[in-house]
């Protein structure tokens, strides 16, 4: 009888993984930590040595300058990791948790600049950090946060929450989004400088 009871506590417990999805693995968050390095350092690399006319060169109305972007760039950095951590407040459902894990999708997706978005009103440029310098410095200091988060944060599949563009979506999935989300604006940054008007020095 004691061993019935045993294999149903087993079986239980199979279900309810096999429902929620699979807990994060060490190779799971060490290639979030390596995403994570990767568009931060060619972030960083896009706009190293940019002259104040560089940073500011606008290729034509209504498009951002790499001061601009940089700025997005930085701010969205908080913004995005913080909604990631309040999902974590509450372990999510085993149902949400099913549809939960997008990393191929995001990795596909987010990147691609042949899909455009319009950014959400508190993430547009207003010049919040005066200073190129400034910008980078905020954009290091949110990237330091959200490189613990993601060495230390426990288990990011076991949370999830609703992403505006990719419905439920795991807060692993939410930190990767916010890394392909640097991926995608840097390239942004690589448009502007390959615009024929862009100053050569």
């Not at 547009?124 to 330091?144: H, I, L, Q, S, V």
Request: aromatic share 6%.
């Amino acid at each position: 009888m004691k061993r019935l009871q045993f294999l149903v506590v087993l079986l239980t417990l199979a279900l309810v993984t096999s429902l929620s999805g699979q807990a994060l693995t060490d190779t799971d968050r060490e290639k979030l930590l390596e995403h994570l390095d990767i568009t931060s350092m060619n972030f960083q690399n896009a706009v190293a040595g940019l002259s104040e006319e560089l940073w500011n060169y606008r290729a034509a109305e209504g498009r951002w300058t790499i001061a601009e972007v940089a700025e997005h760039i930085a701010a969205s950095e908080s913004l995005i990791r913080e909604m990631s951590r309040g999902a974590m407040a509450t372990p999510a459902s085993a149902e949400m948790l099913k549809e939960a894990r997008k990393d191929d999708v995001i990795l596909a997706r987010i990147p691609d600049r042949s899909s455009r978005f319009q950014a959400p009103e508190p993430l547009k440029p207003e010049n919040r950090y005066k200073t190129p310098a400034g910008t980078m410095e905020a954009f290091r200091t949110e990237r330091a946060i959200s490189m613990k988060m993601a060495r230390e944060g426990g288990d990011l599949r076991a949370y999830a929450a609703a992403n505006p563009v990719l419905g439920p979506t795991d807060v692993y999935g939410w930190m990767l989004f916010m890394s392909a989300h640097v991926e995608r604006h840097t390239k942004q940054i690589e448009e502007v400088k390959a615009d024929p008007g862009f100053p050569r020095t």
